[in-house]
């Protein structure tokens, strides 16, 4: 057996040898592990965080529910009182409550801890949708309706809970903290794809009242998932020095926008529901709507994975105004063809700007809230859209039933023109806000 020579022996040394026809080298040498991997992706890095999935999950549970809740209210009031103007109303005024409740919710959050207050709070509101779905189905007076459904008006904030967790996992990473708010919109948007879709089915399969229930039955089980993750829970601040979010520089703008924008929302979706219904085809209106919602989804996840070009306060103008664009073609869509399939199609495309504009706004609000008030100051922010689905789901709701289903698509056009206009106005002269380097 041929053997290597003394000055080619060692570790190095390839053994060389020959058969009848050929030459063979046999290389003993160790193999040193592959280097050169991709490397991973920034959503990968998130939830590679400690803890991150495990909160991430019971809040998923948790959110579902709220794009189930409207729609399932909407299809068992209008299914089971014929007034899409009552469904609206009531919807409306549940969300208007949550508007007013939520902030002192949001504060209790951070005074005493999100597990501390989220649980009860969650509870009280689901007594609230059983107690909805009770009086529509005794058929009581429909002043019992807006009672039960404001009643519901303490439902945590579950997407700013989860936000402020990664801020506090989070600190002084701001790639790490656009990426974790372009996750979250894309998790809201995932919510609001498949919420409606599971509501319509439940209501039209079932029966009317099979939606909300579900709801509160995953809202109640999420929840208390969620809480139960205490090792990720940002630290209590029982008496927070900083003041107030509502009164913080540059808060109240943007404040201004998210109800303007909210108002696009809740317009579309009552307004696509009638028109579904008049086509026809009630049980595909949670189907079209969810088409919205996945063009938003894609768009938040790509818009996470993209290095932000330039400062978010000069970011959100231009996301504004492509929602502003894009929101003419339902509008287009249902006036000239009159087809449900057409217009799934143009929301798909329309919801591709919401996920931005809603990221870019977040950021904006998590940079200038005073510290140890960053829950309430989100919640502002949620409480601001929810002001604005509420005024758009009864303006929404009046245009369908006063004008018709396809006139009801101007509402969120103009409601999407209004936050334009508000992006755009001159902010007061001061000192730069953190934001800049967003």
């Known amino acids: 057996m041929p053997q290597p020579t003394p000055e080619r022996s060692g570790p190095q040394a390839p053994l060389l040898t020959v058969t009848a026809d050929a030459l063979v080298a046999a290389d003993f040498r160790p193999r040193t592990p592959r280097t050169s991997r991709r490397p991973p992706g920034p ?9 991150a999935r495990a909160f991430t999950i019971g809040n998923l549970v948790a959110r579902l529910p709220m794009g189930m809740f409207s729609v399932s209210a909407v299809v068992m009031i209008a299914g089971t ?5 009552l469904a609206g109303a009531v919807t409306a005024t549940g969300l208007a409550a949550t508007a007013l409740v939520a902030p002192w919710t949001a504060r209790l959050v951070d005074r005493h801890g999100q597990a501390r207050v989220a649980v009860p709070a969650t509870l009280f509101a689901a007594l609230g949708s059983l107690a909805l779905v009770l009086c529509v189905r005794s058929g009581a007076p429909d002043w019992t309706l807006f009672a039960a459904y404001a009643a519901t008006a303490t439902t945590p904030n579950t997407g700013g809970m989860a936000r402020a967790r990664w801020s506090h996992l989070l600190q002084g990473d701001a790639a790490a903290l656009h990426t974790a708010n372009s996750f979250e919109q894309a998790t809201d948007e995932l919510c609001y794809m498949l919420g409606p879709v599971l509501a319509a089915f439940l ?9 909300t229930l579900t709801g509160v039955v995953l809202l109640v089980t999420g929840i208390l998932l969620f809480a139960a993750q205490r090792a990720t829970e940002p630290p209590a601040r029982p008496r927070p020095a900083a003041k107030a979010p509502f009164r ?25 529901i009638a ?11 949670g189907v079209v709507l969810a088409l919205q919602a996945a063009g938003s989804c894609a768009a938040g996840l790509l818009y996470g994975a993209l290095k932000p070009a330039g400062p978010a306060e000069v970011r959100l103008p231009w996301c504004v105004a492509a929602m ?20 799934a199609l143009t929301l798909l495309a329309a919801g591709m700007a919401t996920a931005p504009t809603m990221v870019t706004t977040m950021t904006l609000v998590q940079h200038r809230t005073p510290e140890g008030r960053l829950n309430e100051g989100m919640t ?22 006063h004008v018709s289903p396809t006139a009801g698509y101007g509402v969120p056009v103009t409601a999407a023109a209004l936050s334009l206009l508000l992006a755009l106005l001159p902010r007061p002269r001061g000192p730069r806000p ?3 380097r967003a």
Not at 43 to 51: C, F, Q, T
Not at 203 to 211: D, K, Y
Not at 259 to 265: D, I, K, S
């Open 43 to 51: 959503y990968r890095r998130l939830l590679s965080v400690p803890g």
């Open 203 to 211: 209501c039209t399969t079932l029966f009317p009242e099979a939606g």
């Open 275 to 285: 028109f579904a219904d008049a086509q026809g085809h009630r049980s595909a209106a």
């Open 248 to 272: 913080a520089p540059g808060i109240p703008p943007l404040l201004a926008v998210c109800l303007a924008t909210g108002a696009v929302f809740g317009a579309m979706e009552v307004v696509t």
């Open 380 to 401: 502002l922010a949620v409480t601001g859209l929810l002001g604005g689905i509420a005024c758009g789901s009864a303006a929404g709701g009046w245009t369908v039933e």
């Open 324 to 343: 502003t664009a894009l929101m003419t073609l339902p509008l287009l869509a249902a006036s000239l063809t009159g087809t449900l399939p057409l217009l």
């Open 81 to 85: 009182r014929g007034s899409y103007a």
């Open 434 to 436: 953190a934001d800049a």
